[in-house]
């Protein structure tokens, strides 16, 4: 159940009431107190702030019950979440300070000119004379957010914002958030283009299906930093990572299962493909007219793409005819699709993966006790797949060894070194994928992508740790 933290300042009259009867009065319509602080103390009267965890629809009940007290007056009710945004949530700061005009003139003219033109004659000093080298701009035109759908750019804002602070305080990257007024495709790939110098990779997220595939091909062909659509390949190789785990607790080969993923969008395409190259030989997916098939004809270009591999199933039919016999199911859909009938017949020791949010394709408390491993979206059950895991590391590891793309080898040892935080000893059940606060994450995830880039030939520099 999702839970909201709110602030309620409150000015209590003691002739009246005792903080006892507001704290029953909270606790009786569901709230849970955190903590209180006394803002005016007062034999007569006292204002308390008072924080309380509610249900996402109980902090209604909890203002109406306050408000029905005598001697009690609602001075303010805060959502500390709000609190958090005001005046948005990163800010640019100097690497030093300019003290004097000796410091000036070193930073901007005259010394400036000396920098710039010696970046003219030599553009890949860039990398080592302006932000470039450590900076990646994450870049939305707000049509897909998180689940909320075709929000537009302003509202797009507060979740570019937030994936700034991750890639600084995990992986040290520094990251802007750009949001795009325009759906056009050919105005996102010129105006990407056009702001990439300052830039030492591109993020794309939340950027609706099919479009997000042809800017990202488009980008890719056309710019020489790495373009990585998160929305895509860090939920997939997140995905794969937990794969690999829960395929050792239930003792089953990658080569020999047979995987359903429902819901063939941006996510699931990615999946598809990752999991084609991990070693799937047996792959069904399903969207909402049914499952896609070995030989059949799509308008969807990436559904084509699928149907022309050989690992693709060819028999038709929906979702609960495919998944019979199925070792494990992964979804990127909507709520509620599957049943536990669903789940029952599926193969022995069988995984289930339900990612969509906020509601899963099944209930957890429902699928938990038919599945050997079961996954979701979400922080309030075991194994969250969430792709915080992914990019601060894979940028790190990009920027680090300069490389000009992303490629499929590298988002594969991503995958792996993820898996392979959980040792041995750890793994189990509800454990087959890392904590986003575990300090190897980023650092694994580095060295692997770095390491594949340079074997593959798309790094430009080779970092002093691998000379």
């Not at 710039?116 to 004379?129: F, G, R, T, V």
Request: glycine share 8%.
């Amino acid at each position: 159940m999702a839970y909201n933290s709110i602030i309620l300042r409150v000015e209590m009259n003691h002739s009246l009431l005792h903080f006892g009867d507001v704290a029953a009065a909270i606790g009786q319509a569901g709230g849970d107190i955190i903590s209180i602080d006394v803002i005016r103390p007062g034999q007569e009267h006292s204002v308390r702030d008072i924080t309380v965890d509610v249900t996402e629809n109980g902090e209604s009940l909890v203002v109406e019950s306050l408000e029905k007290m005598d001697g009690l007056r609602l001075v303010n009710v805060s959502d500390r979440t709000f609190l958090a945004h005001l005046g948005g949530k990163i800010s640019v700061q100097p690497t030093m300070a300019i003290r004097n005009r000796d410091d000036l003139s070193r930073v901007y003219t005259p010394g400036v000119a000396r920098v710039s033109m010696a970046i003219h004659e030599s553009p890949d000093k860039a990398y080592s004379l302006t932000i470039k080298r450590n900076t990646v701009a994450v870049v939305s035109d707000g049509t897909a957010v998180l689940g909320l759908g075709d929000v537009g750019p302003y509202a797009a804002a507060p979740v570019m914002e937030g994936k700034a602070m991750l890639f600084k305080q995990l992986a040290g990257v520094d990251a802007f958030p750009i949001c795009l007024d325009t759906k056009d495709t050919e105005e996102i790939i010129r105006t990407i283009k056009a702001i990439a110098p300052i830039f030492g990779g591109i993020n794309l997220e939340d950027i609706a299906s099919p479009r997000c595939f042809e800017i990202e091909k488009r980008l890719e062909e056309e710019l020489e930093i790495p373009v990585f659509h998160d929305d895509q390949h860090g939920t997939a190789i997140v995905v794969i990572a937990g794969i690999l785990n829960a395929l050792k607790v239930a003792g089953k080969r990658i080569d020999q299962v047979r995987v359903v993923v429902n819901g063939i969008g941006a996510a699931g395409v990615s999946i598809c493909k990752m999991l084609l190259a991990a070693g799937v030989r047996r792959l069904v997916p399903v969207d909402r007219d049914g499952a896609i098939v070995r030989g059949g004809s799509y308008e969807h270009p990436m559904w084509q793409w699928l149907a022309e591999q050989p690992q693709v199933e060819a028999e038709p039919g929906k979702l609960s005819d495919v998944i019979r016999g199925a070792d494990i199911f992964i979804g990127v859909s909507r709520g509620n699709v599957l049943s536990a009938e669903d789940v029952a017949s599926m193969a022995p020791d069988r995984i289930v993966f339900a990612m969509a949010n906020p509601n899963p394709e099944i209930n957890p408390e429902v699928a938990m006790p038919l599945v050997k491993v079961f996954a979701t979206g979400r922080s309030d059950y075991p194994n969250q797949i969430n792709n915080v895991l992914v990019f601060p590391g894979v940028f790190r590891g990009a920027l680090d060894c300069r490389a000009r793309r992303i490629n499929e080898p590298m988002k594969l040892a991503a995958a792996r070194a993820i898996a392979s935080v959980v040792t041995e000893n750890e793994l189990n059940e509800h454990y087959i994928i890392p904590s986003i606060f575990n300090e190897q994450v980023v650092a694994k995830v580095r060295h692997a992508v770095v390491e594949t880039a340079i074997l593959t030939g798309v790094a430009r520099r080779t970092p002093p740790d691998f000379r």
